[in-house]
């Protein structure tokens, strides 16, 4: 470089360490300062160029119209390459006229000169890309100034030296040229407008980064604004911004799927070609064998596919980052030798205090740039593995979903998607960590030679010992995670049939069941805790004993080695950077573990069986037919026996037909068959058109009730109007304070029933037996045949002209189990429809339209089944008059987390273990502390013939406190381990205690996701998470205040900044918390409607495909998602801006400690130094922790309150109270009376019935019927106290119902409600939960339900298992389970609620026969589903507006001509 800078004008040489080192005054040569220090931003520039311009031909976002920034900014540009030209002729006019410039002042103008003209068209070329502001250009500008700052000082204090200015020329140029730099690094901060089609221009909230200048961006000031408004205001949904474009789930999910379906092809590609090779000859199979076996698709290669490339540039940054931070105990070394030097220039000091403070800041701004990217990585893992799993429940076969519940797929979404997200910070430390150990071990190396071996290889050792501890935790794991599982699944059956569970009063049997499962979950969680705590202490020590045998072997392998401050506190520093990777190691393999077995879980799911969207030809069909079946056999699963065999069926075009048959025939296997959701064996089917399907049990979403008739159609208001006339709607809408914006509840049910007085208008009739076509053909032909039919028609309908009020039909994609309703209702209380004034003609006209409506091919129009509202709901609707909302929107909790909800927890844990782990947290800091200042003063050690005095003692005395720390965190880590699952059991209980207790009107208003979200995300929150943050949280406070002590004790000048420092921290802390924790919260509920959704899609799927709606639910979904990440990117964003605010503070700690030792020199001996800048180092991360944790416990607490708020709420009556027990056998009679009765479902409602007074007569047989709305639902509800009286009282046999227990009520009234429920478990089960009744006893009761034929056929007998909700058992069948359970309980009092709902007239009038001769001695209340089913009653009681309109015999009350005498002829019985 010397030969550059030539012996002419210049005449220095490039480097002089007298001039710029070993003086008090340093400068640079001027040969130095013209060279490589003017080259430092070209060279920059040129090197970042090529990468950046390749990123921006990438990632246009359209071009920025031409702005006075933009012109000013190119003049600046040209202007500073016209100065660097301006050079360069002037150094050739000087070769001109004989002087010789030395070749530097050729070079250096003609590199910067091209150098600035690059950055002029860069500047334009960026503003046609849409970059607002640019952070390649900000570094160069910012580079040029921080370079010529030098030589501005070095020629100031030349001119001032020399009394004159040598070179005015270039001494000119320069200063313009320093001035324009300047002002470019100034106008180079300011953005740019937005591009010309910017998303800014058409959203009114758009996320504020795609705008935010570069400095804003790396600082992440741009969040200040949402920070101060949310301290101000608590946060709502309409104050978080927009998603970018490419976070959208839309966007996220295609990605990952195209990558999963390029997996999928890769396999099928593989088997292929692994397929011929069957036949391959031993010789090729020796040649082949090292061939893999064909393997499966991997979601793990699926997921690098689509997220590889934001993991390389979050790998870049934590390189970046990991190498920054061995630069500080360079420094550190430094530092303590220019304290030891006495004669060294105060310069020095200064200049380490700053390098140091320097190089923190950039390793936290790194530092945060990579957690940004690698936390919104992880958010876009969790969107893209919802919405795959989510597009997968939609097209799975029957046997696949009967193999995984909802409860389990739901886990799938929340647990296992939310396991990858964890995951993802931790996935760098996969190298990082090894970099790091590696690097620390070579720098400690060079510090105390090979001493530090012994320590390596007591790491090595402790390796297996950790890895034993992993492999064991993963086995808890499993374990856990299949009993988290059952129980979800159990909870949501429990949930979605608690309504029975209350009437049978079956609650603590399925109590027992969850308390069981969460006993053996809590067992192992306890195990692990355990675990956990002895890898804690191993982990804390590691580092220690490392530090501890590494020092011991340095001072015994050779007596001159010493011991001094720079060697004891740099081997402190790096052993402090050891002990990150460390300590992250565990909770990497724990993740690991936990994620791969996430892993397992979504792979196996996304590889089960798909429906084949081929099974019916839809394009084509024999000319005239809507519907044709080939040879068609079907069944529901591969391993199951065929359900329907060799179907040969035609329907023509516009036909109405009828399929009948006895219950198990296969009624709904055909319509299933037709719409796809059957596995087709062989033959083929064809349906032409569209089609409207209404399954037997209507599926409800939970949105208006016009939303749920369009079902995603845009409205056409006349098509609309004429549907609802067609499902005599309009009468229902009327009574609808919200009209059909009237919201309806998700748990609504419908049940078509089982009439015959329609068979006559039929085109076509198919009969079914035994899966297979017995009869077919139009109803006089059938009739002609005297087949088995006809048989039934006799027997059953021997007035043809006879009206039933209930009609059974079939169209296209629907029959009796999935019929057209015509007036059935959609409640739990479906109301007497033959009290309607809907006559027979209507009725007629009502089955033509519905049939034109379908079979025109267009089919636009769905027929929609008819509503009616149940009491409970009907409240409801009362209630929300204003705005027809029935299920209340989930409300976010705001402002501060209540005191009393950290006492709650604290009192969970238990008040004697808190105290415990705080005093062992004290201690433990203490214990630390002591090692430390141990260690400085062994340093400072007087010598003796280069030698330490009692380095035994210093040694012991510091290997005990050390051992001594550890032992602590141990103990305190079990104390919390212990304590932390005794708070889970404590709060799961009151939880499940309070929720099986709660009235029926609670679960009728709110969502049963909403409900689940408790006992998933909630107390897995309070199970695995909430005592980790604790202990982080305590283990960080008492590092900051460890540090404090240690600075403070060490140089007391630190006092000064103390407050200051403290004054930001809590301010930034502030505004934080309260900006976090609403953002929490906002997730939290905006978590919810997330899974409702999806467990509300996974019931009604065959539904959403009937209708080939997939890809609207798919959005829907997707939209669901977004409005959740809506809250998690800025949530994300704002920890991201409170680790730059903190980690400045935790920056100024180790720069003021820095400086006030140098300033304080004189004072100080270099342990003391070392100590207090050890100590530092390690603030930023104690800091930053300590308020993360404070979030994170107050968002994570958050579970505790949505827990407790849910163990608090309203419940029933003791279900048994002691002192008034009915006395045994009670009632002997079974006599009921209604004694000035009145109720209303809430205070402050109508009174649905009024002063009812009424006796029944033991053994009395009495039908109660009544229009909508009448209460006849409401009685019968009232007589098992699912309501409770507002006055009067209800006497069985002379005993007030309302002084006993509610189980002693229940136990001895028997039900068959109206939607027959059954659990997942076995028969046995759903029979006599409490296995009370012996076998025969069982069997009897099944022989008498007539399903001894079924159940004796199936080889597990009574052990056969119900799928969850019967659903592998007919409607039918599952009503016969009900029959069954009340004549096993056999008790006085029948109550029967439209029990007959779901069964064909044959099975129907076998139920009435048994009823009528098991029950013969009993009292039976019969809410009348057929008036002919009463017409044999002893009375018949008439309600009206709740009120007894009429009580009397049948007879005498058709005699009376009454309203009873209307229904009666409406029915053509009278």
């Known amino acids: 470089m010397d030969t550059l800078c030539g012996s002419g004008e210049l005449g220095s040489k490039f480097w002089d360490s007298n001039l710029s080192v070993h003086t008090d005054n340093p400068d640079l040569t001027p040969c130095f300062q013209n060279s490589l220090l003017a080259w430092v931003p070209c060279i920059y520039l040129w090197v970042a160029l090529p990468c950046y311009l390749l990123y921006l031909r990438y990632h246009g976002h359209g071009y920025i119209i031409l702005s006075h920034l933009s012109r000013l900014k190119t003049v600046l540009g040209v202007l500073l390459w016209c100065v660097s030209w301006a050079d360069l002729f002037y150094s050739f006019h000087g070769l001109v006229h004989g002087r010789a410039p030395a070749p530097v002042f050729f070079i250096t103008p003609l590199v910067v000169g091209i150098t600035m003209l690059l950055a002029t068209l860069l500047i334009q070329y960026e503003r046609l890309q849409g970059v607002q502001s640019s952070g390649v250009l900000i570094i160069f500008w910012f580079l040029c100034v921080v370079c010529d700052i030098i030589p501005f000082r070095s020629k100031i204090l030349s001119a001032k030296a020399e009394g004159e200015i040598s070179d005015p020329f270039r001494f000119t140029t320069f200063y313009i040229h320093f001035a324009l730099v300047l002002c470019a690094l100034i106008l180079a901060c300011f953005r740019e407008k937005p591009p010309f089609f910017s998303a800014k221009n058409v959203d009114p909230n758009p996320y504020p980064e795609t705008s935010a200048g570069f400095l804003s961006r790396l600082f992440f000031w741009w969040f200040t604004k949402m920070a101060i408004y949310g301290y101000r205001h608590p946060l709502e949904e309409k104050d978080l911004w927009s998603l970018k474009e490419e976070d959208r789930s839309q966007m996220v999910v295609q990605q990952l799927l195209e990558a999963w379906r390029k997996q999928e092809k890769q396999t099928a590609r593989y088997k292929a070609a692994a397929a011929p090779g069957k036949n391959a000859s031993s010789e090729d199979e020796v040649l082949l064998g090292a061939q893999p076996r064909p393997r499966k698709p991997s979601f793990l290669r699926a997921l690098l596919a689509t997220f590889g490339s934001s993991f390389l540039i979050s790998a870049c940054f934590k390189l970046i980052q990991d190498l920054l931070s061995f630069i500080n105990p360079q420094l550190l070394s430094v530092l303590i030798r220019f304290i030891s030097n006495p004669t060294a220039p105060s310069w020095w000091g200064f200049l380490v205090a700053g390098l140091m403070f320097l190089c923190s800041m950039m390793q936290s701004l790194i530092l945060q740039q990579y957690y940004q990217c690698i936390f919104v990585t992880g958010l876009k893992f969790r969107t893209g593995i919802i919405g795959v799993i989510y597009r997968k429940a939609l097209v799975i076969t029957n046997s696949v979903k009967r193999a995984s519940t909802v409860g389990e797929i739901v886990n799938l979404m929340s647990v296992d998607a939310q396991r990858f997200m964890d995951l993802a910070p931790f996935l760098n430390l996969l190298w990082s960590a090894p970099l790091q150990i590696i690097l620390a071990i070579y720098f400690l190396w060079q510090n105390l030679g090979p001493s530090v071996l012994a320590g390596v290889a007591l790491m090595v050792l402790l390796i297996p010992l950790n890895g034993a501890v992993a492999v064991k935790m993963r086995a808890f794991q499993v374990k856990q995670m299949k009993l988290k599982d059952s129980r979800i699944k159990l909870m949501s059956e429990i949930l979605n049939g608690i309504k029975v569970l209350k009437l049978y009063a079956w609650e603590p049997s399925f109590l027992k069941q969850v308390e069981g499962i969460r006993q053996g979950e809590l067992q192992l969680l306890r195990t692990a805790a355990y675990l956990h705590a002895i890898s804690t202490f191993t982990w804390m020590c590691t580092p220690f004993l490392v530090t501890l045998i590494t020092l011991w072997v340095y001072v015994y392998v050779d007596p001159n080695n010493v011991l001094d401050a720079e060697k004891a506190f740099v081997s402190v520093s790096l052993f402090d950077i050891l ?578 030792a140098v300033i304080g020199r004189s004072s100080l001996n270099p342990g003391l130094v070392g ?174 339900s007539h399903l001894h034929t079924f159940v004796s056929s199936q080889p597990a007998g009574l052990d056969f298992q119900c799928s969850e909700g019967g659903e592998n058992l007919s409607v039918g069948q599952r009503q016969l389970v009900c029959l069954a359970r009340a004549l096993l309980r056999k008790s006085r009092i029948l109550v029967l609620d439209e029990a007959t709902a779901a069964i064909d007239l044959e099975t129907d009038n076998l139920i009435q026969a048994t009823i009528r001769t098991q029950f013969d001695t009993c009292t039976v209340l019969t809410i009348a589903h057929r008036l002919n089913t009463i017409m044999d009653y002893t009375r018949v009681l008439v309600l009206d507006k709740g009120v007894v309109a009429e009580f009397d015999s049948p007879a005498n009350l058709i005699a009376a001509r009454g309203i009873f005498y209307g229904m009666a002829r409406d029915a053509g019985l009278a």
Not at 953 to 974: D, E, K, N, P, T
Not at 1228 to 1244: H, K, L, M
């Open 579 to 1156: 002990r990150l990777p460390l300590n992250m190691l565990p909770q990497l393999i724990s993740n690991l573990t936990q994620a791969s077995v996430s892993l397992k879980r979504i792979q196996q799911f996304l590889t089960q069986d798909e429906l084949d969207p081929q099974c019916v030809e839809r394009k084509t069909i024999s000319p005239g037919y809507a519907i044709t079946i080939h040879s068609g056999t079907f069944t529901w699963a591969q391993d199951l026996p065929p359900t329907l065999h060799s179907l040969d069926i035609q329907v023509p075009k516009g036909a109405l037909v009828a399929v009948v048959g006895p219950v198990g025939c296969g009624k709904s296997s055909l319509v299933s068959a037709l719409l796809g959701e059957m596995e087709k064996l062989e033959g083929k089917v064809h349906m032409k058109g569209s089609v409207a399907y209404v399954p037997q049990q209507a599926w409800i979403q939970n949105c208006t009730l016009q939303e749920n008739v369009l079902f995603g159609q845009a409205l056409n208001p006349k098509r609309y109007q004429q549907a609802l006339e067609a499902c005599a709607l309009l009468a229902d809408l009327e009574m609808l304070p919200g009209g059909d914006q009237t919201e309806i509840g998700e748990k609504t049910r419908v049940l078509v029933t089982h009439g015959i007085s329609f068979l006559p208008q039929t085109d076509f009739i198919i009969v079914l037996a035994d899966g297979q076509v017995s009869e077919m053909g139009p109803y006089p032909a059938l009739l002609q045949r005297n087949g088995s039919f006809a048989n039934f028609l006799h027997n059953y309908a021997p007035d043809e002209d006879q009206h039933l009020e209930d009609s059974w039909i079939a169209l296209e994609g629907a029959e009796d189990n999935e019929a057209l309703l015509i007036e059935d209702t959609l409640s739990n209380h479906t109301d007497l429809t033959d009290s309607d004034p809907v006559t027979y003609a209507v009725q007629k006209q009502f089955m033509r339209q519905l049939s034109a409506l379908s079979s025109d091919g267009e089919g636009q129009g769905q027929p929609a089944p008819r509503r009616r509202l149940g009491p409970s709901e009907k409240v409801r609707v009362t209630e929300a008059k204003a705005h027809g909302v029935l299920t209340q929107k989930e409300k976010a909790e705001i402002g501060t987390v209540e005191l009393s909800v950290f006492r709650d927890y604290a009192k969970a844990v238990g008040l004697c273990t808190t105290l415990a782990i705080c005093l062992l947290y004290v201690g433990q800091s203490a214990a630390a502390i002591g090692a430390n200042v141990w260690l400085s003063a062994w340093t400072n050690d007087a010598m003796v013939d280069n030698r330490q005095n009692s380095t035994s003692l210093r040694l012991g005395v510091y290997a005990a406190l050390g051992i001594l720390q550890g032992l602590l965190v141990m103990l305190s880590a079990m104390a919390m381990a212990a304590g932390g699952i005794q708070a889970a059991r404590v709060l799961h209980q009151a939880l499940l205690h309070n929720k099986i207790r709660s009235p029926q009107s609670f679960f009728d208003t709110t969502p049963s996701g909403r409900i689940l979200n408790r006992f998933s995300k909630d107390i897995y929150i309070i199970d695995e998470l909430l005592a980790p943050v604790i202990l982080m949280l305590l283990n960080s406070f008492f590092n900051a205040i460890s540090t404090l002590v240690v600075i403070v004790a060490s140089t007391p000048l630190f006092t000064v900044v103390i407050l200051p420092l403290a004054v930001l921290y809590t301010l930034v802390q502030r505004f934080y918390v309260a900006t976090s924790r609403q953002l929490k919260r906002l997730e939290s509920v905006s978590r919810s409607p997330i899974y409702s959704h999806f467990s509300e899609t996974v019931t009604g799927a065959s539904v959403i495909r009937a209708y080939n709606r997939s890809r609207d639910f798919e959005a829907i979904s997707d939209t669901k998602v977004d409005a959740n990440q809506k809250s998690c990117y800025p949530y994300i964003i704002s920890n991201r801006w409170l680790s730059v605010g903190v980690e400045f503070v935790g920056n100024c700690v180790v720069l003021f400690a820095a400086l006030f």
């Open 1171 to 1344: 100590l207090s800048v050890s100590y530092s180092l390690q603030v930023t991360f104690a800091l930053n922790w300590m308020i993360r944790m404070m979030s994170d416990l107050e968002s994570n607490i958050v579970a505790v309150e949505r827990v407790k708020e849910y163990s608090k709420t309203e419940t029933e009556a003791p279900w048994v109270v002691e002192g008034s027990r009915p006395p045994k056998g009670w009632p002997p009679r079974g006599e009921v009376e209604f004694r000035n009765y009145s109720v209303r479902y809430r205070p402050g409602l109508d009174l649905v019935l009024r002063d009812l007074s009424l006796q029944v007569h033991g053994g009395e047989k009495v039908g109660i019927v009544g229009r909508t709305g009448a209460g006849k639902s409401s009685m019968t509800l009232c007589l098992f106290r699912i309501l409770e009286a507002a006055k009067g009282e209800i006497l069985i046999d002379g005993l007030n119902v309302a002084d006993i227990g509610l189980h002693d009520l229940r136990s001895q009234l028997t039900i068959i409600p109206q939607d027959p429920i059954l659990f997942s478990g076995t028969l046995r089960m759903n029979l006599d939960p409490f296995g009370r009744y012996s076998e025969e006893d069982i069997w009897q009761a099944l022989e008498l």
